[in-house]
DNA sequence: CTTTGACCTGTGAGTAGGTCACAGGTTTTA
DNA sequence: TAAAACCTGTGACCTACTCACAGGTCAAAG
């Protein structure tokens, strides 16, 4: 397979494919007549499998060692489960924050209900932003 | 103020100032005699507006778009009003698609409960990732 | 046989929002 | 007076691609 090839059998944009075969997560043959790369199957099932793993929320890194381990017939699947639970804790704490902020933000649209917009008088820039309580104090200082 | 103090008061990274400086969202003045610039307090302001932006949400784009409309006198509200609306959809959004991504993760670490670890075949890389269900259909194709 | 279009190549830049490193100048403290 | 702590600008680095560019290759159409 050439490069579109791949690119379309796995769904991705064939520049994915150039990118991932600089960063050897795939591993193409050349042909001398042309210069041009030529995949095969084990690549294709290399880039189907790591399309899964970022979707997984696997960093390429972690990807290319999951490769790296498997090329060397040592079973991944432990390290695999282990990044796995770590990328969970991580999702789940992500949707916390993300629901914090959610929490935050409507508190402050229903704030906002009441308060004018007002022209800026060189005290304040926007009261609907600075009167926003972040919760995270900010220390004070003089000039 | 110098740079470390203003950063200090905002409670920043001086780098974080710098580059704010550079992007032109703060304006100090610069003292002759050795070249350093000089933040006021309509700095810290401006700073800690822009860092409660960033936590709402806006970009730095938008924020200077708000400063901007501020330094001409214009009430930036009713843009920020409208952009604060977007982002609360977009965060939302956000959440739906990280809980999809969360479920997603639960359900394929039950499976796997049952599931070997296997040494990598030349077949299958790791059968964790590999039986994966993502629901989003590969095409084939043959080399 | 030539032209056209689709593909290939590598390299480099761009994305967002900073952070860090570097080399050299200044100021403050001991 | 010397070290520590700060300042300066510039440029590289981070993620995970994506796009642009300039030039080479190839298959089909004219």
New binding site residues.
Partial sequence: M????LATAAG?????V??YT?EGLLNPTRNP?????HYDTEDLRRLRFARKA?QLGF???EVRQILDQADDHHSPCPMVRDVFQQRLEGVEQEIEELQQLRKRMKSALAAWQDMPDGTPDGQTICRLIEHWDDNSPAKQVEE
């Fill in positions: 050439k490069v579109k090839e991705v944009n064939p520049d994915t150039r990118f600089r007549e042309n210069n041009y790369q970022r960093s390429l890194p």
